[in-house]
C-alpha cells in the first residue's frame, strides 16, 4: 500500500433488490478501489439492507466515490466513517493443527485472546475469535507456529455510536 492508498470504512443503505451490489462493486473498481471485506444484511425495515464495505485506495477520491455512490438509485445514504465514529467487529474461525504436544499451549494462547473453542479433533482444533480485525490478525500470527490451516473471517461489521443512526 503506498502513501495515498488508505483502508475506509464506507457504510451503505440501500434498496434490498437485485442487481445492487454489482453496481455499487462498478463504482469502486471505476475509482480503483479494492473491496477487503463486504458484509451485507437485511436492514430492519426488510426493503433496504446495510452494506459495510472496507476498501482500500486513493484518499484524494474518496470523495467522489461517495458522491457517485450517493447518486445511484438504489442507494439511500453512503459514508465512510473513522474508527472513532464507530464500533467495528469481525468474526473469524481458525482452524489449527495440533498435537498432545502443542494442545496446552494453543489452548493458553487462544485463552489470553478469549477464542471460543468450536471444534477439536486428534489432530486439529478450531476456534472463533470476535472482535477488532487486529485482534484476529495477533491471533493467527501467534498460531502459525502450530500450522494455522484455515482461516474463515466474516468481514467488518460497524455500527455508529451513540444516538446517530449508520449509515444516515
Known amino acids: 500500500m503506498n502513501e495515498t492508498q488508505k483502508r475506509h470504512n464506507i457504510s451503505l443503505y440501500v434498496e434490498n433488490k437485485p442487481g445492487v451490489t454489482i453496481r455499487i462493486a462498478l463504482v469502486f473498481a471505476r475509482r480503483g478501489y479494492n473491496i477487503e471485506s463486504f458484509v451485507g444484511s437485511p436492514a430492519q425495515d426488510d426493503r433496504y439492507s446495510r452494506i459495510n464495505i472496507e476498501a482500500t485506495g486513493d484518499s484524494q477520491t474518496l470523495h467522489l466515490m461517495l458522491e457517485q455512490l450517493n447518486r445511484l438509485v438504489d442507494v439511500i445514504h453512503a459514508r465512510e466513517y473513522s474508527d472513532e465514529d ?9 482452524k489449527v493443527r495440533c498435537n498432545n504436544e502443542s494442545r496446552t499451549e494453543i489452548l493458553q494462547i487462544t485463552g489470553a485472546f478469549k477464542c471460543r473453542n468450536v471444534d477439536i479433533s486428534d489432530t486439529t482444533m478450531t476456534f472463533q475469535v470476535t472482535g477488532k480485525s487486529s485482534k484476529i490478525d495477533a491471533v493467527s500470527k501467534m498460531l502459525d507456529k502450530f500450522g494455522v490451516l484455515e482461516v474463515v473471517r466474516t468481514g467488518k461489521l460497524l455500527i ?3 444516538k446517530e443512526e449508520t449509515s444516515w
Request: proline share 0%; charged share 25%; no cysteine.
Open 160 to 162: 455508529a455510536r451513540g
Open 86 to 94: 464507530v464500533i467495528q467487529k469481525e468474526l473469524a474461525l481458525i
